[in-house]
């Protein structure tokens, strides 16, 4: 047996027995790294007679190549190995029970998040967020709610120290600042929906100084009041999951829509006893109205072009309404009573198709 073929057969045994990736390599360096025992043999070529150095050479050539070849097949062979016995660790029965003990709820506020999502997301809105410390800019001025506007009055602002690139610092009072966001941040048509919280100095069982609310918001070239009032109907039967259930649209006021309206719904109150749907009463549940012009051109949209309408719609009011929960501080009380009656199971995940009512 040649010198080459003696190398061969012990380089490949030595590879066949390494038992781990660090053997391997250390089989790897010895026969082809630098000081290598390939590599030494390559070195001694220059002694040799021009006819010998031909075929040695060749002939070491070729054993690298098939070394090589080894090594590179061996570490696939671990790294599959490797994987096999990792996924058999890892694996899980997913035909086992859930324990009771790993058992959690999920809040009122969080499934009607999801409720009002998979609903509007079916309409085809896409979800955007804004941040809840806001400029004054964003959260009033460019919503047309000037310096000196009452409605800045309402809204009980919590104003922050500092100042930033667009005024004064706030805590949202609304979800709308996301609009002027979105507006100012891509083209139009806009089709978006923003739910988040909110924050007003303001607390009775109605109110808390941080809630929720969900905006909406669409801009394209030929948007009307008979998009805005057909998508606010099919969404308030949707939730509340009643078919023919009465909506009205009342004339209101918003600075940054024009016109506006308030959306009240069908409701009975007979006997102390109130029942969502045909009835003698209505109840008033959301804002709504055509993108004021003026806030269109404050983010840089030709108002000429497009138009659009925007809503916003409060969570807990919607969320109380439909589970009948009577005070709005209880949802922020961690009560774990509360949330064991009122909470949801982690597996009745809302969907237009799985039904909304669970
Ligand atoms: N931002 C208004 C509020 O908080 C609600 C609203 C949103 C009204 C969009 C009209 C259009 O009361």
Not at 58 to 85: F, P, R, S, W
Not at 153 to 174: A, C, I, M, N, S
Not at 183 to 201: D, E, L, N, Q, S
């Amino acid at each position: 047996m040649s010198d080459t073929e003696t190398l061969k057969t012990d380089l490949l045994a030595e590879v066949e027995a390494a038992s781990t990736l660090q053997e391997l390599d250390d089989v790897r360096v010895k026969a082809l790294g630098k000081k290598g025992l390939i590599t030494a043999q390559m070195k001694t070529l220059g002694k040799l007679s021009p006819q010998d150095r031909k075929s040695t050479g060749q002939a070491l050539n070729m054993l690298k190549g098939e070394v090589a070849k080894a090594i590179e097949a061996k570490q696939a062979d671990m790294a599959d190995a490797e994987l096999n016995a990792k996924l058999l660790s890892e694996k899980v029965d997913v035909t086992l029970p859930t324990r009771p003990e790993s058992e959690g709820y999920i809040h009122p506020i969080s499934q009607t998040i999801e409720e009002v999502v998979s609903i509007l997301g079916e309409m085809g809105f896409g979800v955007a967020e804004g941040p809840e410390i806001e400029d004054d800019w964003y959260n009033f001025g460019a919503l047309n709610i000037p310096d000196d506007h009452p409605a800045r009055q309402e809204h009980d602002t919590f104003y922050l120290p500092g100042t930033g690139e667009h005024g004064r610092k706030v805590l949202r009072t609304h979800t709308s600042p996301v609009q002027i966001r979105t507006m100012m941040a891509g083209k139009p048509p806009f089709r978006v929906i923003a739910p988040g919280r909110t924050y007003r100095c303001d607390y009775d069982a109605t109110h808390s100084p941080m809630f929720h609310q969900v905006e909406g918001l669409v801009v394209d070239k030929t948007v009307h009041m008979g998009h805005l009032k057909g998508t606010l109907i099919e969404f308030c039967r949707a939730y509340f999951g009643v078919e023919d259930l009465p909506v009205r649209f009342r004339p209101s006021y918003f600075p940054f829509t024009e016109p506006s309206a308030e959306v009240d719904i069908g409701c009975t109150r007979e006997g102390g006893e109130f029942k969502i749907g045909h009835g003698d009463s209505w109840l008033e549940i959301l804002g709504c109205g055509m993108v004021n012009p003026k806030v269109l051109e404050n983010c840089g949209i030709d108002s000429t072009e497009y138009q659009g309408f925007a809503f916003g719609v409060g969570i807990e009011r919607i969320a109380m309404l439909k589970y009948g929960i009577p005070d709005l501080r209880t949802f922020y009380e961690s009560d774990l009573r509360w949330l064991r009656h009122y909470g949801f199971s982690a597996l009745d995940v809302p969907s237009m198709v799985g039904g909304l009512n669970p």
